[in-house]
Nanobody, 125 residues
Framework: QLQLVESGGGSVQPGGSLTLSCAAS????????IGWFRQGPGQERTGVSC????????NYDHSVKDRFTISRDNARNTVYLQMKNLKPEDTAVYYC??????????????????WGQGTQVTVSS
């Protein structure tokens, strides 16, 4: 069984930064894709970014491109989401998700097999 644990959420002012971590344990060698999703109050869960573990190829939603950076540390089985210039509309619970395949549509939640419990990010003045 694969387990994912997110950390690093918190409260920041607009323009601030946070780095989220997604630590994987279990069958980590089988993981092909890690995605970050978020769900704001009363909103659907949407894709933020993903990384294909072997190739290092990344994808971003247009709303976070040039502000967020996804990266991986294979030795630590951890994927990071560095978030800069945060905006109030970034407020959400952020989830990491893992797929045992190289997903075709990275921002579709159904493509992922395992999910973390989520970490809250609040951007407010």
């Amino acid at each position: 069984q694969l387990q994912l644990v997110e950390s690093g959420g918190g409260s920041v002012q607009p323009g601030g930064s946070l780095t989220l971590s997604c630590a994987a344990s279990g069958f980590t060698l089988d993981v092909k894709t890690i995605g970050w999703f978020r769900q704001g109050p009363g909103q659907e869960r949407t894709g933020v970014s993903c990384i294909f573990i072997s190739e290092g190829v990344t994808n971003y939603d247009h709303s976070v491109k040039d502000r967020f950076t996804i990266s991986r540390d294979n030795a630590r089985n951890t994927v990071y989401l560095q978030m800069k210039n945060l905006k109030p509309e970034d407020t959400a619970v952020y989830y990491c998700a893992a797929s045992l395949t190289t997903v075709r549509i990275w921002d579709t939640a159904l493509e992922y097999d395992y999910w973390g419990q989520g970490t809250q990010v609040t951007v407010s003045s």
